[in-house]
């Protein structure tokens, strides 16, 4: 998995807490390979990142056909805390590539 550019907002504590989330993202394609080695594709999320630095209203957009892979990386997406939020509620938006060739080579 890979976090594809680019990501909004351009702020280092988030891409930061996107980063610190890879593994738990990575848990979630990996038992997608179990299933089907050759699995790939993308999914962008979008969200409000609140005041509190809690993501809400959690969306999601993908392109990979195991959908257990994409609700599970979409929780761990809303389940996601930027420190350092203030101010009023901002949109964000992701997009993780998933390919078997990634997870070769991290």
Same mark, same amino acid.
């Given at each position: ?15 930061? @807490? ?69 101010? @009023? ?18």
């Amino acid at each position: 998995i890979r976090i594809a550019e680019p990501v909004t907002p351009r702020e280092e504590t988030f891409e930061q @807490a996107l980063r610190e989330a890879l593994p738990s993202f990575r848990l979630c394609y990996a038992a997608g390979l179990a299933n089907n080695p050759d699995l790939y594709g993308s999914i962008t999320i979008d969200a409000s990142l609140e005041q509190d630095g809690w993501l809400s209203n959690v969306t999601r957009v993908a392109d990979v056909p195991d959908l257990g892979v994409v609700s599970c990386i979409a929780r761990f997406a809303d389940r996601l805390v930027i420190p350092g939020a203030s101010g @009023a509620a901002k949109p964000v938006r992701f997009k993780l590539v998933v390919s078997p060739e990634s997870e070769s080579s991290k």
